[in-house]
């Protein structure tokens, strides 16, 4: 039996800007990643998207980024390890006064942009958000890439941890993320999106953007919520892997 989590990354609204489709996509997944406030998201829209969440059956978790809101927290920044540490554990405690209040447990975590993407290949980077993680709650899960330093510093310290594939994301042939300033970086084909987001479940490879097949695991499939044709993706993939004979549950029933 294939199992596999649907996430996507929520909240990331702010003050009178609208990001995403929220409303839509909560539905159709089994796992939301909610911005605490430093790449996105403010109280007001923390506290909806936990209230929407709730309502649908849906799991929670932290999705913590670098204090960027204007770059969205895409951009890379100088940090200690004791710093990112710092910064994870403060937003998620932001985050968990919310689903305290609602009667929600949190689920899991799952770095934002940069801060995903640096510790996927900074071991001191990654300990240090996994200290944070650890301290604050154990039982926690770490949702990171495939094969990526986050992952690797999660299992050391004892964590649970979490595959997690991209179905509108190119690979690079080391299995990190297509910079989203390349071409090809965006696979906005939602028929091609299915086709490897399929094939990463049962096969565990995926086509790199060079053409070569490198080897993927897939715990949880992300399909970013800012996206043109992110409601579209979600609900073909649910489809499809419905049909493909794969069970669509949370993380927590996974790892």
Partial sequence: MYRV??????????????????????????????????????????????????????????????????????????????????????????????????????????????????????????????????????ELIVLALYGGELIHAAKDLGLRAAMEVFADRAYEEDGSLVNRRKEGAMITDENEAIRRVVRMIKEQKVTAITGKDIPMRADSVCVHGDGAKALAFVAKIRETLGQEGVQICPLKEIV
């Fill in 5 to 138: 989590d649907l996430n996507s990354d929520l909240g990331e609204s702010f003050g009178n800007y609208t990001i995403g489709m929220d409303d839509k996509v909560i539905p159709l997944v089994t796992s939301a990643n909610v911005a605490c406030g430093y790449h996105a998201s403010d109280p007001v829209v923390m506290e909806k998207t936990i209230e929407m969440a709730k309502a649908a059956g849906i799991e929670v978790g932290a999705h913590p980024g670098f204090p960027d809101l204007m770059g969205f927290g895409r951009r890379n920044m100088a940090v200690t390890p004791a710093e990112a540490k710092a910064y994870t554990l403060y937003q998620l405690g932001a985050l968990d006064a919310f689903c305290r209040a609602h009667n929600l447990n949190m689920q899991h975590v799952k770095p934002h942009g940069a801060l995903y993407n640096m510790a996927a290949k900074d071991y001191a980077l990654a300990k240090g958000i996994c200290e944070a993680i650890r301290e604050f709650n154990p």
